[in-house]
């Protein structure tokens, strides 16, 4: 069964990227994809907070963009500690980690999104992820970026005993679209609304857009429904004129 990738989008400080590479290691996690890291890559003070997870940080991949780091994966959960705006399902870790193990046992590439230390993910970044988890806490949420990765990971660890069969899709049509695919339809409806005007006043631009790809996540599309969807923009935008037969 293969594993979420931790993604940390502009981490700022080496020692937090080696902290939760050991988290990872603790816990059976292997594909750490860094975004922008603020320091550059390699980072020496990572490789002495490591400690025995170095390998993880030797094979750790290198994005300039989250849209690039989540490309090839199927289904995506966002870490923040508060809502920001948008209309998203709020998962605890534990029922996270559930149905990541559901997904990866269909075979999907899933993964939890990290924001910096300091400000965590913006709206943009947060659109982009399927659902939010949020870590309980008493009454300070603030925590360690090794500490959210550590928190995630253990759950996802201990769900392997619990973990029921998935039920295998028939067909490839059947299959969860990946990032790059919602991507690409996200931007075919937001290029189409804004040449018609309808992503209008441009202040509410940012806002409007979010909540369209929130409306589009809770659908739960297939990669053909995806495709279908591509195909009636297409027809109510361009037309699609078939000749009727007598």
């Given amino acids: 069964m293969i594993s979420p990738s ?3 989008s502009q981490p700022q400080l080496g020692e937090n990227i080696g902290a939760a590479a050991r988290a990872m290691k603790n816990f059976g996690l292997s594909d750490l994809r860094l975004v922008a890291p603020r320091d550059g890559w390699p980072n020496p003070k990572a490789d002495a907070m490591a400690a025995g997870a170095a390998d993880l940080l030797q094979s750790a991949r290198l994005f300039a963009t989250v849209e690039e780091a989540l490309a090839d994966l199927h289904l995506v959960y966002a870490a923040t500690a508060r809502e920001r705006g948008v209309t998203k399902e709020v998962l605890t870790p ?8 559901l997904a990866a046992g269909r075979g999907e590439k899933t993964a939890i999104l990290f924001g910096n230390e300091r ?3 913006d709206n943009d970044e ?7 988890i949020t870590i309980p806490t008493a009454e300070f949420s603030s925590l360690n970026l ?3 990765v550590l928190l995630t990971g253990y759950e996802w660890f201990r769900q392997s005993d619990t973990t029921p069969a998935a039920r295998t899709e028939h067909g490839p049509i059947h299959r969860k679209p990946t990032r790059d695919e919602m991507f690409q339809l996200f931007e075919h409806v937001e290029r189409e609304l804004t040449e018609r005007g309808f992503l209008f006043p441009p202040d509410k631009r940012d806002h409007m857009t979010r909540a369209i790809r929130a409306t ?3 659908a739960r599309l297939t990669y053909q429904e995806v495709q279908t969807l591509r195909g009636m923009i297409v027809a109510l935008t361009k037309g699609k004129h078939r000749v009727k037969k007598d």
């Avoid at 534990?94 to 193990?101: C, D, V």
């Fill in 146 to 148: 090794g500490q959210a």
């Fill in 119 to 121: 400000a965590g993910l």
């Fill in 94 to 101: 534990a029922e996270a980690a559930r149905r990541l193990r």
């Fill in 216 to 218: 589009i996540h809770r």
């Fill in 6 to 8: 931790i993604i940390l």
């Fill in 126 to 132: 947060i659109s982009l992820a399927d659902a939010v």
